[in-house]
């Protein structure tokens, strides 16, 4: 499409500027993450996660799909700015729009709902640890919340490992009766780590003098209520930005239908006048 500043244009270079950069690093974001996914995916069996990508929720391909879907937005928008192209500008704000309004109704939900969302969330997660052992990403993303975000162990107790055929006391396995060492209480200045730390740890009478004992739903919500105003100021602004990207590219495709028609006016009119002559 030719650009519109052809004939004294009135499309905001503003806010068209501003829309395109601020998806280009949408766009670059999305890349990146979708590159991340794909990269930590080829380093495990291909085949072997298709098969198992309905059963064990697989960080990398959360990656992949996440990455892909900011690239294709940031995409629209940026060459919809860019390019003056209404259409792409139409999708981008679709996009977006449905996007905070599924936010919106999904919260909303979570809310009215909270028992039965909290239930759901707690078999999910008790899924996740049994499936431990059979996805490496899966497994990193759990040793990181019990050992570096919340200190803690299994969804409601450490007692929840039995669950997993690993640390089942009926295993065996060497770990039987244990937990992973991210449940272990290590020393601030301590550098090398004890893998074997949780072994035989639910024979102990008193394990909470080597694990963390308390569940990762409990330790949670602690870490919610005590980063309130944080949590809750990232989500105002993710609603802010998605709400002025809309606000601000209508505006863009408003300018832009604006002066296309102006064009077609002066256009016709032209036509009208050399008829007449």
Known sequence: MASTHRRGSEVSCVIKYLVFGFNVLFWITGGLLAAAGIWAWSEKDIFSNLTQVARVPDPALFFIIIGLFVFIVGYAGCVGALRENTILLLIYCAVIGLLFAAELVLGILAFIYKDWMANVVKDELKDMLVKYREDSDLQNVIDWVQKDWLQCCGVEGFRDWEKNEYFNCSSPSVEACGVPFSCCKFKIDEFLINTQCGYGVMHHASPTEYIH?????????????????????????????????????????GDILAQKSRWNYRDTRSQQQNNRQ
């Not at 330790?219 to 606000?247: F, H, K, S, T, Y």
């Open 213 to 253: 004992t308390e569940g990762c739903l409990d330790r949670g919500e602690v870490w919610m209520n005590e980063n309130l105003i944080p949590v809750a100021g990232v989500i105002v602004a993710v609603a802010l930005i998605q709400i002025l990207g809309i606000c601000f590219a209508m505006n863009l495709r």
